[in-house]
């Protein structure tokens, strides 16, 4: 049997449509999430849900990168920067106690490279309870608060040179002491 030749023209040129749409989509996309800025301001004011029923008040100046950036209903992480220090904080499940949690964070530290002292209680504004105090890696310097809420772990890092952690100290220990956990229904 013999095919048309139309129908033949007719398959090679939807093939290419095709092709041509597929490579639109593989090239045109990452051009526009690369056109796209990673840095968004957020309102200086106002509850940031960070994930895991956790929520913080940004500190003024401070912009979120949403690359990093990932709020889920069981967990989250925030990546703030403000100038050249970033502010991070991660919520995970944790059924653990205050020690377990604190060393959690020690082996992410070590893992690169870094020491992690045994800090200082802590307590936010609200009443969750934690430990601070500082960590150093080869390369940067850093603050570091771990608080426990029902079935999570709020890990708070830190990190710049001596010199802009100093300069943001403030602001940014404010912003800590906003952290508020919600249990979700």
């Not at 220090?85 to 082996?107: M, N, Q």
């Amino acid at each position: 049997m013999r095919v048309a030749r139309g129908r033949l023209l007719q398959n090679a040129a939807a093939s290419v449509c095709i092709l041509l749409a597929l490579v639109a989509i593989a090239v045109g996309l990452p051009a526009i999430d690369q056109a796209l800025p990673a840095e968004r301001a957020v309102p200086p004011h106002l509850p940031y849900e960070v994930g895991g029923g956790v929520t913080v008040v940004p500190p003024a100046g401070a912009v979120l990168d949403v690359t990093r950036t990932r709020p889920t209903a069981r967990q989250g992480t925030a990546l703030f920067v403000l100038g050249r220090v970033r502010y991070v904080i991660v919520v995970a499940p944790f059924g653990g106690d205050l020690d377990g949690a604190v060393d959690r964070l020690r082996r992410k530290v070590a893992n690169a490279d870094g020491q992690l002292d045994a800090g200082l209680p802590a307590t936010t504004g609200t009443g969750l309870a934690g430990r601070q105090g500082a960590y150093t890696t080869p390369d940067r310097a850093g603050r570091y608060a771990v608080f426990l809420a029902p079935d999570v772990s709020i890990e708070v890092t830190v990190s710049g040179t001596e010199t802009e952690l100093a300069q943001t100290e403030a602001v940014i220990g404010a912003s800590i002491g906003t952290v508020t956990y919600q249990e979700r229904m």
